[in-house]
Each structure stands twice: as C-alpha cells, then as structure tokens.
C-alpha cells in the first residue's frame, strides 16, 4: 500500500488489510510505504489513527518508511492510493513485470481511475472518507485473495 507520506491513507490501507488477512487466516505480508521520505520513522498521522481506532482497526503500531525499488521484489501486488503515487512508483520500476504489479486501489471497487483524496490539509470528514474508500476496497481484495482472483 503506498500513497505520498505513509501516515494517512497508506497506513490505513496497510492496517485494514493485515487485519481481514488475520480474520480469515491467510498467509499474505502487507505492509506500506511513501514515495516521498518526508515522514520515514513517523506514527501514522493522530487523527488518522483515531479516526481508524474509533471504527475498529489499529494502526498505532505502524512507522513510515519510502518506497524503494527492492519493493517490486518483495510484494506481488503494489496497490497505489493516487495518480501522483502510480507516476512516483512507476519511475522506480525496471521491468514489464514490475510495472505489471502498480494497481490504483480503487479500481479494486470500479472506480477507475479514481484517487483516494489526500485528508491531510482537509478535516475529519475527509478522514472518515478515506476510511470508508480503504475499507470496501480490501474487502474487495480479501474476497479476491481468498479466490484466486488476483
Ligand atoms: P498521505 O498524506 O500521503 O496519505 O500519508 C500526506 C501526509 C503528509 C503530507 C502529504 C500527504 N505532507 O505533505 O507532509
């Protein structure tokens, strides 16, 4: 899961789909990154975290890290939360394969091409948007996951 600073719509992706991994004993590594380093070693964003919190999911445990080109060997799937972050992990890619793995998350729930709003400068409704947004699209990817379909 990567968006721009890995403390607001990254970590939440991260932490939703660790947590349906849980639930349904599956035997799938999720973690997340930023493109930019702006925030590496930083908690994921208070009212991310409390906005995740207050509707079950914790993600207080997560630090921010970059995205780094070794990535593409690491995870089959690079789940992008915007256009910005699909150009930034693109330019890391070497190979058709890598590039192969970049998907918009929420083409996941048939909104193609759509972005996972930034909530950073915006309000608390914004962060209750983004949690709605993270939270149908990894059902989406559980569902996939547990039927071979990715
Ligand atoms: P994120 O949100 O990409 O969802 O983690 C942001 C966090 C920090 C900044 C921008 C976006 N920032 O400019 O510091």
Known sequence: MVCLGNI????LADGLLRQKVSDNNL????????????HAGDA?????TATAKK???????LRARQFKSKDFQDFDLIYVMDQSNLRNV????????????VKLILNEISK???EVPDPYYGGQAGFEHVYDLLDEA?????E???NNQL
Do not use: N, W, Y
Request: glycine content about 4%.
């Open 90 to 101: 693109l330019a890391l890619s070497q190979t058709d394969s890598d590039k192969k793995k």
């Open 27 to 38: 035997d799938v590594e999720v973690d997340s990154a930023g493109t930019s380093a702006l």
């Open 138 to 142: 990894t059902e989406i990817i559980i």
């Open 44 to 48: 994921p964003d208070h009212r991310m």
């Open 8 to 11: 607001c719509r990254s970590p």
């Open 144 to 146: 996939k996951i547990k």
């Open 55 to 61: 509707r079950g999911t914790d993600i207080s445990f």
């Open 112 to 114: 193609i091409d759509a």
